[in-house]
Nanobody
Framework: QVQLVESGGGLVQAGDSLRLSCVAS????????MGWFRQAPGKEREFVAA????????DYAESVKGRFTISRDNAKNTVYLQMNSLKPEDTAIYSC?????????????????????WGQGTQVTVSS
């Protein structure tokens, strides 16, 4: 079992920055592909960013490329999402997810159906 707890969300103005954290327990994070997803009111969950086990390979949704950065600290069992230049359309509940299936060190995953564990999410609200 893996427990994921997100933090760092809040209410900010357009152009501000936030850093989300996702702390894992129950399993070492170094064996998991990690991802961030978000869901806005009335919309489906969408992929935001993913990072490989090694941390060297990442992928981002087009809407956040150049503004968001995903990283991981396996020693702290934590994954981060640095969000800069936030826009009102970034408003959503952000959730981290873990794919514990055995993967190569360079593999990352953008499909939410392939993640087995999810956190409760943290609300990010960006005002204009």
């Amino acid at each position: 079992q893996v427990q994921l707890v997100e933090s760092g969300g809040g209410l900010v103005q357009a152009g501000d920055s936030l850093r989300l954290s996702c702390v894992a327990s129950g399993r070492t994070l170094s064996t998991s592909v990690m991802g961030w997803f978000r869901q806005a009111p009335g919309k489906e969950r969408e992929f935001v960013a993913a990072i490989s086990r090694s941390g060297l390979n990442t992928d981002y949704a087009e809407s956040v490329k150049g503004r968001f950065t995903i990283s991981r600290d396996n020693a702290k069992n934590t994954v981060y999402l640095q969000m800069n230049s936030l826009k009102p359309e970034d408003t959503a509940i952000y959730s981290c997810a873990a794919d514990i299936t055995w993967r190569s060190y360079s593999y990352y995953n953008t499909n939410p159906k392939e993640y087995q564990y999810w956190g409760q999410g943290t609300q990010v609200t960006v005002s204009s």
